[in-house]
Nanobody, 123 residues
Framework: QVQLVESGGGFVQAGDSLRLACTASGPRDLSNTMGWFRQAAGKEREFVAAKSQLSGTIYYGDSVKGRFAISRDNRKNTVFLQMNSLKPDDTAMYYC????????????????WGRGTQVTVSS
């Protein structure tokens, strides 16, 4: 089993930046791909970004392209989400997710999930 712990959420103003972190513990081969989803109140969960450790492949959701950047510290098995130019629409609970295989945008294909960290962006 893989355990995921997120950190870095908070309350910011529109235009600000924030960096989220997620550290995985457990068998490393089960967390080849690590990424982020988000869920706003009353909405479905949305793919944000993910990166494969083995291939280096990165995917971004359309709504965050050009503003968010995902990176990994493989030595610490930690994934980061740098969020710039934040908008009120980015307000959501952000969840870290991991899977054994390659990058996918489908949440039902991720086996492991963190508890989430709240990001609130005021206008």
């Amino acid at each position: 089993q893989v355990q995921l712990v997120e950190s870095g959420g908070g309350f910011v103003q529109a235009g600000d930046s924030l960096r989220l972190a997620c550290t995985a513990s457990g068998p490393r081969d089960l967390s080849n791909t690590m990424g982020w989803f988000r869920q706003a109140a009353g909405k479905e969960r949305e793919f944000v970004a993910a990166k494969s450790q083995l291939s280096g492949t990165i995917y971004y959701g359309d709504s965050v392209k050009g503003r968010f950047a995902i990176s990994r510290d493989n030595r610490k098995n930690t994934v980061f989400l740098q969020m710039n130019s934040l908008k009120p629409d980015d307000t959501a609970m952000y969840y870290c997710a991991a899977r054994e295989y390659g990058v996918t945008t489908r949440d039902d294909e991720y086996e492991f999930w963190g508890r989430g960290t709240q990001v609130t962006v005021s206008s």
